[in-house]
Structure formats: structure tokens, C-alpha cells
């Protein structure tokens, strides 16, 4: 039997080549070690100094049930306080106002207790656009009106029978104007046109103003007006 013949095939480099070749590996060993050793270093930090979750963004705080207003000058002192009502109930003791049952689940009911009007004499009083600078009324600007109701138009007068058509801060307008009254007596009311909410159409960082017989601004709370408080909570808020 024939055998095949072996063949061998030997490659031979030069030492130029060999030298060149043992450079390049080597090279390629100092990259890779220092990739390595950038790795472990980022491991390593990033454990000593972990990345803090971001702060969630803090809430918006409700809307206050409760809103107080108290004004007190030299012999007039009057204390009114706003509550909203949910779903007011008609075994309540104040009747809702015909008229202003626009919002008939939300309701604001108000409480008015005062001294110091002169018998024989009435006096008004207002929600009016601006918190008070200082202790100027004038500051407090014109009646809060959102719904551009007009006093003067002869067409459609303020009145109490029908409220819905008075400027929503004309609180004399739409409930009574303040009298001479007992000592301690509280005038009480419900207006669902009274939001107690920092907008257009709330009533929150604005201003009372009081009017005697001939529209002169007698009294107005300061720039704290209407502290507020949420009866789940101890503490009051002033603004």
C-alpha cells in the first residue's frame, strides 16, 4: 500500500515582526487593565455615594373649610368667619338664600358678630378686590364683583329678594346691612357665591371693608386678613 506523504508547513517570522507583535499585546493587556480599573472605580463610588431618589413634589395644600376675618378700630369691633358647607342639610337652622343655589352641594355658610354701630344708623360692608397696605382701606380697591354684576344699573338693582343679581362681595347688599344689635347677637346666612379659594372667584387674600351711613371706609382688616384654619389640623395659618 502507498502511504500519503506528511506535509508540513512551518511559518517563520523575523524578529522585527515577533518584536512588534509582543508590543501590541501588550498594548492591548494596558487598555484593558485600565478599563478595568476606571470599572471598578465607578463601582466602588457609586456605592459609597448612592444617588438619592429625587424629593416627590410637595402638594399643594387644601383649600381651607374654615376662613376667619376679624376687624377691630376704636369703637367698632366686628369677627366674621366663612365655613363651607358639603351637601348642606335643610335640617340646618339657617335656611339656604333663594337665588345663590348655583352650587347647591357647596355651600358657604357665614357668621357675623359685631358692636359699636350707632342706634338709629346702619352700616355696610363688602368683600373688596385687594388685601389692605398697612392700615390704608383705600388700598383694599373696589368691590369684589367676578361676575360683573352692577349696582348701577336702575335695570337691575341689588336686592335682597334676589341676590343672585348683586355684586358677589356686596355682603350688606344680598344679606342685610349691620344695625344696632344686642350685645353678642350673631347675624348668621348661607352664600354659595363666597368660594373659599385663591382665585378670581375666591374670596381668600382679599379684603373686608365697612361703610358707614354716607359710604365713608370706617373700618377694613389689615393685610393678615383671613387667617384660615382646617379643622383637621391645630394650628391657624395667617396670610
Known amino acids: 500500500l502507498l ?7 512551518s511559518f517563520s517570522l523575523s524578529r522585527a515582526q515577533c518584536y512588534k507583535l509582543s508590543t501590541h499585546s501588550a498594548r492591548l493587556m494596558s487598555i484593558r487593565f ?7 472605580s465607578v463601582i466602588v463610588l457609586t456605592s459609597a455615594h448612592p444617588q438619592k ?22 369703637g367698632f369691633h366686628a369677627a366674621l368667619t366663612f365655613q363651607l358647607r358639603i351637601n348642606p342639610k335643610a335640617s340646618d337652622d339657617i335656611a339656604p338664600i333663594p337665588g345663590l343655589e348655583n352650587h347647591p352641594k357647596r355651600s358657604t355658610r357665614v357668621f357675623v358678630q359685631y358692636t359699636g354701630v350707632p342706634d338709629g344708623q346702619n352700616f355696610t360692608y363688602h368683600i373688596h378686590n385687594k388685601a389692605i397696605k398697612g392700615k390704608d382701606c383705600k388700598s383694599a380697591g373696589q368691590h369684589w364683583n367676578p361676575t360683573h354684576s352692577s349696582m348701577d344699573d336702575p335695570k337691575r338693582p341689588c336686592d335682597h329678594k334676589n341676590p343672585g343679581q348683586c355684586e358677589s362681595g356686596d355682603l350688606s347688599g344680598k344679606h342685610g346691612k349691620l344695625r344696632n344689635l344686642p350685645v353678642g347677637h350673631l347675624v348668621a346666612y348661607y352664600d354659595s357665591s363666597l368660594n373659599l379659594s385663591y ?13 358707614n351711613e354716607k359710604g365713608e371706609r370706617i373700618a377694613c382688616v389689615d393685610s393678615r386678613f383671613l387667617a384660615f384654619c382646617n379643622p383637621r389640623k391645630s394650628h391657624n395659618k395667617r396670610l
Open 3 to 9: 502511504r500519503a506523504p506528511r506535509v508540513t508547513i
Open 199 to 211: 382665585s378670581r372667584r375666591g374670596i381668600l387674600g382679599k379684603s373686608v371693608v365697612i361703610h
Open 34 to 40: 485600565w478599563i478595568t480599573l476606571v470599572l471598578l
Open 53 to 74: 431618589s429625587p424629593k416627590p413634589t410637595p402638594r399643594r395644600p387644601p383649600y381651607p373649610k374654615i376662613a376667619k376675618a376679624t376687624i377691630s378700630t376704636p
